[in-house]
């Protein structure tokens, strides 16, 4: 499992995990699309509006591999502002690639594009 050197572990000041620390035991979690309703608590949307600034400054436009990246807070995002790199895409799998949809993405999450943002 690949682990991603500076990318944040979780969002400040919270219990909002963005990375793991080593690979699950019992077996890969798949990613899944996690729908997000309107109604969700503001912290969470802070939560998924720093992932995605973390992601973005990381990684840009380019495809990047799953890794130590929580599957949970991936969920949230995966198959709207972060699809597939590959086909065939495991999502049971550490090494799988990812990209951000960045037009998806800034619609999304506008300020998390914004110069000097900090979650």
Do not use: C
């Not at 979780?10 to 309107?38: H, M, S, W, Y």
């Amino acid at each position: 499992m690949l682990k991603h050197r500076g990318f944040p572990g979780r969002l400040t000041g919270t219990d909002f995990q963005f990375t793991i620390r080593r690979p699950n035991p019992k077996g890969v979690t798949p990613l899944t699309r996690r729908e997000r309703f309107a109604d969700r608590r503001p912290p969470d949307k802070r939560a998924d509006a720093a992932f995605m600034a973390a992601l973005w400054a990381q990684f840009g436009d380019a495809p990047f591999e799953r890794g130590n990246l929580d599957a949970g807070r991936l969920s949230w995002l995966f198959e709207r502002e972060v699809k597939p790199a590959t086909d065939p895409f495991d999502p049971a799998d550490y090494e799988a690639l990812l990209v951000i949809d960045e037009a998806v993405a800034r619609a999304s999450f506008p300020d998390a594009f914004a110069d000097g943002w900090e979650a």
